[in-house]
């Protein structure tokens, strides 16, 4: 049979061929002259597994770092596989340029720096660069993989990558080089999957010694401080024995702003673990019990947002927020599903059900309150003697949280996905993305058979959905608007602006808390009908206006 060509198609359109099994050798040898070299000049050598959204900036803060001297101290190799979704990544990072689109401009200035000045980073498709490693961190996703909508129990980790790249590592690392794992892992993973793993591949390459491993999560924010949000923020590391504890130490100090956000060491991967897993399930849980309030709310004439309000004032309730349409994010809606499933799945115990009572419901909740946002754009047109069937109805944000371009497990897909079941006609603002994928490639986006697509119908159509940066024109003729996220654009729209561009009065609805009293008001005088997600208080506003 004759190879057939495989490319990989990035964002942007750009296409790359997959290279062959002939190019791997030569591969290796460009990278392992570069490797020798840095070496000869006293730097570390670093491998960094899976340079997506987190390993790609990780690695160049590694590469970036310095001696006491100011002289550059570490040669950093990112590793990425040569899949269609992925391989892009490795010529664009090639280049000089950021495989992931970020709103901090530290990014784009980081990634090229040390690719084309200190020559300090380079990209692979070849992981036998792991042998010329002093230090491997590994960065590839474990996701957890839901069955049902609202149902978080179901669901079951993902580890095929990262036990993928555990073989690859124990196959090929030098018995001295120590591994990190930066993934987020069920706790467990590191000690009792990860671990036997190296082993075993040490075992059958004849190795003694035993493989240095230790564990540190990333805390990373998408947004304008994308880089300092791994660089210059705490972090909390352990190693699987006493030399790969002070290794992983060691290696944090030198290339994280360890002096200014000290470091935190446990005794064991399984606590550093636990700590990631129970600080999401905290902020999610934070956010979902606000949910039941938020009904309550739009049922007794009570503003939610101004009782968050109210109780931020209170030193020590500063940290309360409104939940918006959803809780996204790539963490949040799985990380406590991870903790649930290692219960039973990696540490043998079989009364989880009867332990896990909160964490799966915050979930659940966070999961499905967009639903709710449907509800009320049809109960609004409903109002205005008009279907949701068949309405043109604009979301304004498709990201997962304001002033981001980052749409994974948005709330406002599971608002586009339930209102287009019921024969909505969606359109898209979004000023900070270009290419909702969750929606345009569907059928492959997160992977094959994982889009929430699966627990809607009627959702094919929704391939050809565009993000529209045009708010006028975007609202030319719509029925009804969804403010979703609050984005900075979205802050001072006038209500005089939105009827006019929409040619009409029309449904708004507030999914964050984003319209003052007195937009309400206006939006009712112009004839329009208003609801809004955790603010009962409308209702009032539409009577006063309704006597005057
Ligand atoms: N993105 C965030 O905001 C965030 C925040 C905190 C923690 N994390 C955690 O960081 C980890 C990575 O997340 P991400 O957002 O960077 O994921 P991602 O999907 O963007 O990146 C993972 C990369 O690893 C690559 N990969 C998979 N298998 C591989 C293999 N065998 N060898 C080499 N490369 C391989 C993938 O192709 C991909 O490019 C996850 O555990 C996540 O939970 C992410």
């Not at 003694?208 to 590391?237: K, N, Q, T």
């Amino acid at each position: 049979m004759k190879n057939e060509v495989k490319y990989s198609v990035s964002p942007t359109g750009e296409k790359f061929v997959i290279p062959s099994q002939e190019d791997f050798q030569p591969e290796f040898e460009k990278i392992e002259k570069l490797a020798k070299q840095a070496k000869a000049e006293g730097k570390e050598v670093v491998v960094v597994m899976g340079v997506g959204f987190v390993g790609a900036v990780m690695a160049a803060i590694v590469a970036d770092t310095v001696d006491e001297n100011g002289n550059p101290s570490k040669f950093v190799i990112g590793s990425q596989r040569p899949s269609v979704r992925s391989y892009w990544k490795i010529p664009v990072l090639n280049r000089g340029e950021s495989p992931v689109k970020a709103e901090d401009p530290e990014v784009d200035v980081l990634i090229e720096r040390c690719v084309n000045e200190k020559k300090t980073l380079v990209a692979t498709f070849n992981s036998d660069c792991i042998k010329l490693a002093d230090a491997v961190v590994v960065d590839v996703q474990c996701d957890y993989q839901k069955q049902e909508l609202g149902n978080m129990k179901s669901g079951e980790a993902d580890m095929a990558a990262l036990e993928a790249t555990m073989k690859t590592i124990g196959e090929n690392m030098s018995p001295d080089c120590m591994v990190l794992i930066e993934t987020t892992v069920a706790p467990g993973t590191t000690e009792f999957v990860a671990w036997p793993i190296l082993k075993k591949a040490f075992s059958k390459r004849g190795i003694d010694s035993v493989p240095l491993l230790a564990h540190s999560f990333e805390r990373v924010m998408p947004g304008r401080e994308y880089v300092s949000s791994i660089r210059d923020f705490w972090r909390v590391c352990s190693g699987c024995n006493l030399e790969a504890r002070n290794r992983v130490e060691k290696f944090l100090h030198e290339v994280l702003n360890t002096d200014e956000y000290p470091l935190t060491v446990m005794d064991r991967p399984i606590e550093s673990e636990t700590t990631k897993i129970v600080e999401n399930s905290y902020r999610a849980t934070i956010l979902a019990y606000l949910h039941e309030w938020s009904l309550f709310a739009e049922k007794n004439g009570v503003d939610l947002i101004k009782v968050i309000d109210a109780i931020k004032m209170r030193p020590t309730h500063s940290n309360m927020i409104f939940p918006g349409p959803g809780i996204g994010g790539y963490c949040l809606p799985k990380d406590g599903g991870l903790g649930y499933w290692s219960y039973k799945h990696i540490l043998g115990f079989e009364d989880g059900d009867d332990i896990f009572k909160i964490t799966p419901t915050a979930i659940d909740i966070n999961d499905t309150r967009g639903l709710h946002v449907a509800t009320l754009t049809r109960d609004a047109l409903r109002n205005m003697a008009r279907y949701i069937a068949g309405a043109e109805v604009l979301i304004c944000g498709a990201s997962y949280r304001q002033d981001v371009g980052d749409t994974r497990y948005s709330g406002s897909e599971m608002v586009v996905r339930k209102l287009t079941e019921l024969g909505a006609e969606m359109r898209i603002h979004d000023p900070y993305v270009d290419h909702w994928y969750e929606l345009e490639i569907q059928d492959t986006y997160p992977s094959p058979g994982t889009s929430w697509a699966r627990f809607f119908r009627n959702q094919d159509h929704l391939t050809e959905s565009r993000v529209s940066k045009d708010l006028k024109t975007s609202l030319k003729g719509v029925e009804a608007v969804i403010f979703a996220v609050p984005h900075d654009e979205y802050k001072d729209l006038d209500p005089d602006d939105i009827v006019k561009w929409a040619g009409g009065p029309i449904a708004v609805i507030d999914a964050f808390g984003m319209l003052s009293d007195e937009k309400i008001k206006r939006y009712f005088e112009l004839g329009c009908e208003v609801k809004a997600l955790g603010r009962g208080h409308v209702q009032r506003i539409k009577q006063e206006v309704k006597e005057k």
